[in-house]
């Protein structure tokens, strides 16, 4: 060894430096466990405790048809949320990837800007214009056309929530959408491919991993809202998160609202489980391509 090459540490030096990534995690781990956790495990207790220890509140869940009813409305208002997310976010981040730097810092701000805002406020704003007599209506009459009923809707929920959401869908997507090489495209154009082929065989499935993760954290954040739903929806557009609000702070059901809460997490999990594979070898084919 040269005397002036650096000196590498020993064996149990070395084993003993492997656990320190590990030690950094220890406070989010530990956060998480008291957070997410403890919380998460008191409500699987009280829905198997209260009144008695037993299935009684899972029985009664599936036992209503009304509790069904709205646990696959939830499912179906989250997915078509999750739906109108990617189509309006996705020409959106590849509007930011293709412009320069100052219109893109200006894009930038307009999906920023909304976070700086509390989720209420921008909730009642959607309430003013989407009554009866709010300005969407107001403009459809003002064109000759019949106003349309858009409050106490599920459109409306689906409305509410997806521009809510709709940051979540495209921060991902631009994250995704900056790597992709444009010149890509205009190779694929180059070899004889109009732009429509080229963009559909080249450019969107290198962007297909940003679509996944934002529809991912779109459609799981969606499961869980209450504001939006109950400022803009009516008795059939109610999600679960309106009906274990009920059991648990009007009724004081804890093990029924628990329960509720165990079987829409559940139920998340499965699905995702399902997708999984699904999501895994279209990643491969990008990765490939």
Not at 63 to 80: D, E, H, K, M, Y
Not at 131 to 155: E, H, K, P, Y
Not at 251 to 279: N, S, Y
């Amino acid at each position: 060894m040269s005397a002036y090459e650096p000196a590498t540490p020993s064996a149990p030096k070395r084993a003993g430096w492997a656990w320190r990534p590990f030690a950094l995690t220890l406070p989010a781990l530990l956060l998480l466990a008291a957070v997410i956790g403890y919380p998460l495990l008191t409500i699987v207790l009280r829905s198997l405790s209260e009144p008695q220890w037993g299935a009684q509140n899972y029985v009664w869940f599936f036992g209503a048809p009304i509790n069904l009813t709205v646990l696959q409305r939830t499912f179906t208002i989250s997915a078509w949320v999750t739906i109108v997310c990617v189509i309006c976010a996705y020409p959106y981040a590849y509007l930011m990837t293709a412009v320069g730097p100052r219109v893109r810092l200006v894009l930038v701000l307009c999906v920023l800007i909304p976070f700086w805002v509390s989720g209420v406020v921008r909730t009642l704003s959607w309430v003013i214009l989407l009554q009866d007599s709010g300005v969407i209506n107001s403009l459809l009459r003002a064109a000759g056309f019949d106003g349309i009923r858009l409050i106490r809707t599920q459109t409306g929920v689906v409305i509410g929530m997806a521009q809510v959401l709709l940051p979540f869908m495209i921060l991902p997507l631009y994250s995704v959408m900056k790597g992709i090489d444009l010149r890509l495209m205009r190779a694929a154009q180059s070899l004889g491919a109009r732009p429509s082929r080229a963009f559909f065989t080249v450019y969107l499935p290198l962007s297909l991993p940003g679509v996944y993760a934002g529809a991912i954290i779109v459609f799981i954040l969606a499961l869980g809202f209450y504001i939006t739903p109950a400022l803009l929806g009516g008795p059939r557009s109610t999600m679960l998160s309106t009906l274990v609000q009920t059991q648990v702070l009007s009724l004081l059901q804890w093990g029924r609202g628990g329960a509720m809460g165990v079987v829409l997490l559940v139920t998340t999990f499965v699905l995702l489980a399902l997708a999984t594979p699904v999501m895994r070898s279209r990643y491969r084919e990008a990765g490939r391509s």
